[in-house]
């Protein structure tokens, strides 16, 4: 079984940034790719961005392109998602994910992935 505890959420203004932490643990040698999710209120959950761990491919929703980064720390089993310039349209509680096929492939879409985390809110207001 994975557990995953996300981090780093909280309060800014407008075009600062936040650092966003995801910490794996468990069955993590399963685990083919992590995402951050987010759901903003009265809103669906959508993908924001997604990291697979052997190849290192990465994959951003068009919403975040250029303003968001992930990363992965494999020694800390943990993924960061870097978010820059942050607009109040980012508002939403953002969760990771994992996600197990290798076969298939892990698109960016909820129903891919299995395992959640509790979530982090992210709140951009002047």
């Known amino acids: 079984q994975v557990r995953l505890a996300e981090s780093g959420g909280g309060l800014v203004q407008p075009g600062e940034s936040l650092r966003l932490s995801c910490a794996v643990s468990?069955?993590?040698?399963?685990?083919?790719?992590i995402a951050w999710f987010r759901q903003a209120p009265g809103k669906e959950r959508e993908g924001v961005s997604s990291i697979t761990r052997t190849s290192g491919s990465k994959n951003y929703a068009d919403s975040v392109k250029g303003r968001v980064t992930i990363s992965i720390d494999d020694a800390k089993n943990t993924v960061i998602l870097q978010m820059d310039s942050l607009k109040p349209e980012d508002t939403a509680v953002y969760y990771c994910?994992?996600?197990?096929?290798?076969?298939?492939?892990?698109?960016?879409?909820?129903?891919?992935?299995?395992?959640w985390g509790q979530g982090t809110q992210v709140t951009v207001s002047s």
């Open positions: 994910a994992t996600c197990y096929s290798r076969i298939v492939g892990c698109p960016l879409m909820r129903a891919a992935y299995p395992d």
């Open positions: 468990g069955a993590t040698s399963d685990v083919y790719t």
